[in-house]
Every structure is written in structure tokens, then in C-alpha cells.
């Protein structure tokens, strides 16, 4: 990996006021080849203002993007791919504030693609045993039996399909159409995932650890367990008719 800044790191946000700032600057001070997107979907408790007030610290290596409002981690996601498209990066990292995609493995994640392994690499829970921390059992069980779900409809060979530490060459995000994606939560990343599989894009996964956020309340929602379950039919039926 050189030192040349051509990879993008984009992290949505929403109410994430106790962590944005740690995580950028553990990111920023242990790599000097990566800048950050935050996009945030008009916080109320200040998130934004917050980087806007590191903007000013790191002129040249951190952005902000401001929505309007709240709709859907997936477009948050696919505004922040169209921007990273838009600059050209080599390299675009999706990660979440809240420390439980550690940026300790960013390094190796960058690496994978930096030297040709793989075109879309996976920080996955699930590639050695189930490596979660601090999880209660119930959502352990859950996201564990939807990713052998979405293994077994979609035939995709990715043992972590919801996870949400992910990389892609820019040329995965040009070819996959994220125009079409709609989907928001969980059923976000298994679309994701899912074109790329389809366009024959090579995938990889590596181990993390995933600890369970310290700070701040998480976004998950029955709406979004929902979405995703119903995503994965709808993502097979197009695949068979060849309209995906």
C-alpha cells in the first residue's frame, strides 16, 4: 500500500456525536493513505458540526456531505459512492462511526485490493467461527441464520453477506449499476454484495472481530430485519428473469 491518498473512506452518520470524532482521528493517525466522506443525514444533536470543526484540522483529507434528511443507510451509501466517483478514487471503503469496524484492518483490507487479490473485500464476522463481541445471543442467532439464508437463496459464496465493512475497486462500483439499488438497511449490503457476485467481480473475505458499539444507540430496526428478508426473494426473482 503507498502513501498516495487514492483511497475513500465513507461513513454515514446519524446521531453519532460521541464517536465521529475518535474514529476519524484513530483513522487518520494511523494512516496517512486514506481520506474520509463523512455523510450525514441532518443530525440533530450536532454531528456535523462536529466535522465541520475537523475539516479545518484535516483540510485536504476529510469531506462532509449534508443530507437533507433521514432516509436509509443505502443512500446515504450510494450518495457517497456517486461523490467517490465523481473524484476518482482507486478505492472505496464503507465503515461505520461507532468502532465496531476496527481501523486496525483497514490496512490489510486495502492491501487486498491495492495488489489485485480481489476486487470487493469483506471485513466478515463469519470467514473463522462467529468473531462478535459483547453481542447478546439473540443477535448473534439473528445474524448469523440471515447470512446462512441469504447464502442458501442467493447461492452467493460470501459467508458475511450483511456486513457493512466492505471495499470496492471504483470499477465495481461503475459496472454494478447503484443507480438500481434501493434497498436500505441489511438489504443494502446483501444487494451490494449480490451485483457484484453476478458481475463477476472477484469477492474476498477476511477475519475481523467485531465488538459491539460503546457509545451511542444503534440504528438497527425490525423494519430493516424485514427489508432485508423480502430483498433477497426479490434480488433471486430478478437474477432468474435476468433483470437485476
Given amino acids: 500500500m503507498t502513501g498516495t491518498e487514492t483511497n475513500l473512506i465513507i461513513i454515514p452518520t446519524y446521531d453519532e456525536k460521541e464517536n465521529i470524532e ?30 465541520q470543526s475537523l475539516i479545518k484540522k484535516y483540510p485536504t483529507r476529510l ?34 462511526a461507532d468502532f465496531s469496524h476496527p481501523p486496525k484492518y483497514l490496512k490489510k483490507m486495502a492491501e487486498i485490493l491495492s495488489n489485485n487479490e480481489s476486487d470487493v473485500v469483506i471485513g466478515s464476522r463469519y470467514v473463522n467461527g462467529v468473531n462478535v463481541v459483547n453481542w ?30 466492505v471495499g470496492y475497486k471504483k470499477e465495481v462500483l461503475n459496472a454494478i449499476s447503484i443507480n438500481k439499488v434501493k434497498s436500505i438497511g441489511y438489504g443494502f449490503q446483501i444487494e451490494m454484495k449480490y451485483r ?30 424485514w427489508e432485508a428478508i423480502f430483498v433477497v426473494i426479490i434480488l433471486k426473482i430478478k437474477s432468474i428473469f435476468k433483470i437485476l
Wanted: charged fraction near 25%; aromatic fraction near 14%; proline fraction near 4%.
Fill in 196 to 225: 457484484a457476485y453476478k458481475n463477476k467481480f472477484r469477492i474476498k473475505e477476511t477475519s475481523i472481530i467485531f465488538p459491539n458499539r460503546e457509545k451511542g444507540e444503534s440504528k438497527m430496526s425490525g423494519n430493516i430485519i
Fill in 136 to 165: 447478546p445471543l439473540r443477535r448473534i442467532l439473528l445474524s448469523y441464520f440471515a447470512s446462512l439464508y441469504v447464502r442458501y437463496i442467493l447461492q452467493i459464496p460470501v459467508k458475511d453477506p450483511t456486513a457493512g465493512f
Fill in 63 to 96: 469531506f462532509l456531505e449534508q443530507r437533507v434528511k433521514k432516509d436509509g443507510l443505502g443512500k446515504a451509501y450510494i450518495h457517497g459512492f456517486r461523490w467517490a466517483l465523481n473524484k476518482n478514487y482507486n478505492a472505496i471503503f464503507q465503515m461505520d
Fill in 22 to 51: 475518535d474514529i476519524i482521528n484513530s483513522v487518520f493517525k494511523k494512516y496517512d493513505c486514506f481520506q474520509i466522506l463523512v455523510v450525514d443525514d441532518n443530525s440533530p444533536d450536532g454531528t456535523s458540526a462536529i466535522v
